[in-house]
């Protein structure tokens, strides 16, 4: 089957099927197209042109069109959904062809790539008849001697379930399908006795010594797992049963044959036993983007997913909303009046929100509100040869000059990546705090991951990287400082450091980093200084963080949030023993990046010497909800002219020999800070240190004009700082 770019040279006589009379297929190919994926037509891919045009449905097809069609359905799963498949209708007598959605050609893409998946999505948007259809195509058609195992919370959901499978088998062309008197065809299970297939049911128990059972008698290479956050001791049934079927999934990868483990679910609780359980699972896959298709095989796929998920295993999380799945905003409307769903059961069903239930959110409902309703696509996603996967929300043409004419700070909440907690990385954009790029990462080796960070700070001068100083932090920070120097980069210019934040506390140290060439500085130089960098989150700090800094973000920038996992996290902080914290089924790396760069834009100091122009941080800050007047307006132009004064005044400043010249622009820039004060603006420095700042760069000049023009002028120099 055609599932990656260099799968089609496997299958050199296979074409793109553009004429098919299945819209829906035409649709997200080209969807894909526009989302800049290369490997977007293989939803078309037919292995034998032969068949384009031909109806498989056709009374009047020869035996010769049969075999083809039934050599081409069970090798190419995109032909049998495309052409083949057909649904019950739900009003009327014509049977519905499959619609392609960017949630189910997720799903089938995965679990075709065995790697486990979890499809959540609105009600009725058709989750579960789209993996009815393929475990219809597994069992009819495509497997052999295979055993299929669904577990469902109820008697009711599996016989519903069963019964939408006989719905589509019967729908199918009967050529295709070769039951007989042998097969069982009841409530609970279906055979294909000629295939070897049989596809099993299951539901959940309400003893734990039950559940178990259930879990360990299933044997079984393919799962799937229905509303799982409603199946009662789902958290054991679930790793007994995958434990049971190990070797059975060792034999199918041995034989080639389909393996792997679906989960097909609404959002459930978070603060209940089940829906945690679940929610931990699905929330610790990598968040899905299409632009996974352009892996180049199962093998870099499988470690692309791995590396940007948090679990210890390759998982996918596929949450799609109404929009992503091709649905307007009248139509949940729609859905959501005709069911009566109201509060958290609509949340549930119709958003794919998990609630916490009772447990108190730091944030007001409308904040929540505005945080998650500032969710949005990825707009370009960059993946690198490591394979670390960065969501950007910008377009990727905008990325190179935005990110060159900005001013930006990257959170960074490390983490051992060990499949235990995850590496968080935001990047805000200093002037509106709106955040530009997000990942998550795990199971990395730590200088592979430093020196990606090493390559995103070369690339991007203009950020300013805040990590937080715990766990493997240090790793990282000491290889940057090393590696920064040979990119021609002072690391105190470019990752978050007390001798700069703290430079009156600090002032012997920043005079010799502000001094010091790169050349003239040693390993030595750095050791003695590495403790001063990233940010420490103590008790004191962490309260910082979690009550004025958050309350801040969320109210000047909760509507520029736009990451769906970031979202989430903020919207599952909880209050819990006057503590807030994430709930006891979430994380908050995400959050505590996010913070840091909002700390970096509320409360660092000294931000000049980052390169951060004054003025700059938060000057483009509309807080959600406010108006902007025409006074606003004036004023924040008389910002900016007063800010380009005063840059202005400093570069005059590092220039001037002339100690009356020198006392006059001092004068006026303290003048000029007075005014930005008055006039809203958080310089987030003081004017002294830049006064200062400029007196070392004249003597810097100074010192460098005297030896150039003394004896031995022309040989190289050494400027370290001497005492």
Known sequence: ?????????????????????????????????????????????????????????????????????????RYNPWYYLREVARLPPMAGPVPVPFLANRGNIALFWSFLNNIDAALIQPRQTGKSASTDTLMDWLIYIAANNTRIQMVTKDDALRKANVERLKGIRDLLPPYLVNVSSK??????????????????????????????????????????????????????????ALAAGTAAREEAAKNNRPYGNIFTTTAGKKDDRDGRYMYDMIHNGAVWNEKLFDCADKKELRQTVLKNGSGRKPFLNITMSHRQLGKTDQWLYEAITASNATGEEADRDFLNIWPSGTQRSP??????????????????????????????????????????????????????????????????????LSVVAAGTYNETNLISFARYILGLLVRYPNVTLVPEMKSQARTVIDYLILKLPSAGQDPFKRIFNKIVDEAR???????????????????????????????????????????????NAAKKAGHLVRDKPLSSEIRGLVEKNGRID?????????????????????????????????????????E????????????????????REVETILDELKESRNEFLTAKLEH????????????????????????????????????????????GGNRPISYGFRR
């Open 668 to 711: 006026r820039l303290r003048h000029l800070s007075t005014k930005l004060s008055n006039s809203g603006v958080e310089t987030s420095q003081s004017i002294d240190a830049l006064i200062q700042q400029a007196a070392e760069e004249r003597i810097k000049q100074t010192r460098l004009n005297a030896r150039q023009s003394g004896p």
């Open 183 to 240: 097969d069982a065809d009841n409530q609970f299970e279906l055979t294909c006795v000629a295939l070897g297939n049989r596809y099993s049911t299951g539901v959940a128990q309400s003893s734990e010594s039950s559940a178990n059972n259930l879990g360990r008698g299933l044997t079984s290479p393919v799962f799937q797992f229905d509303e799982g956050p409603f199946c009662t001791h789902i958290g054991v049934t679930v790793p007994a």
């Open 1 to 73: 089957m055609i599932l990656f770019a260099r799968d089609w040279a496997r299958f050199p006589n296979a074409i793109v099927d553009v004429k098919t009379s299945n819209q829906s297929f035409l649709r997200i190919a080209q969807l894909y197209k526009s989302m800049k994926i290369a490997n977007h037509a293989f939803p078309l891919a037919l292995h034998q042109p032969e068949l384009q045009g031909v109806d498989p449905h056709s009374p009047n097809l020869t035996q010769e069109q049969k075999a083809l069609i039934g050599l081409e359905v």
């Open 624 to 643: 959600v909800g406010k108006e902007v007047k025409m006074e606003d307006a004036a004023v924040k132009e008389l910002q900016e002219d007063y800010t």
């Open 363 to 432: 944030l007001s409902v409308k904040l929540n509100e505005t945080i998650r309703n500032s969710e949005m696509e990825v707009l370009h996603t960059e993946i690198s040869p490591e394979r670390y996967v960065l969501r950007w929300y910008l377009e990727e043409e905008e990325v190179q000059e935005r990110m060159a004419s900005g001013s930006f700070a990257m959170g960074l909440d490390m983490s051992e990546a060990v499949g235990r907690d995850t590496i968080a990385l935001v990047i805000t954009d200093l002037r509106d």
């Open 582 to 622: 994430h709930s006891s089924s979430g994380n908050d790396d995400m959050v505590i990046a996010w913070l840091l760069t909002h700390w970096l834009a509320m409360y660092g100091r000294n931000l000049n010497h980052y390169g951060i122009p004054l003025g700059y941080v938060m000057a483009g800050v509309v």
């Open 505 to 551: 506390e600090h002032e012997d140290n920043y005079r010799i980093i502000s001094s010091t060439r790169l050349e003239s500085r040693n390993e030595a130089f750095y050791d003695q200084r590495k403790i001063k960098f990233g940010f420490n989150t103590d008790a004191t700090n962490r309260t910082l963080l979690y009550t004025t800094i958050l309350q």
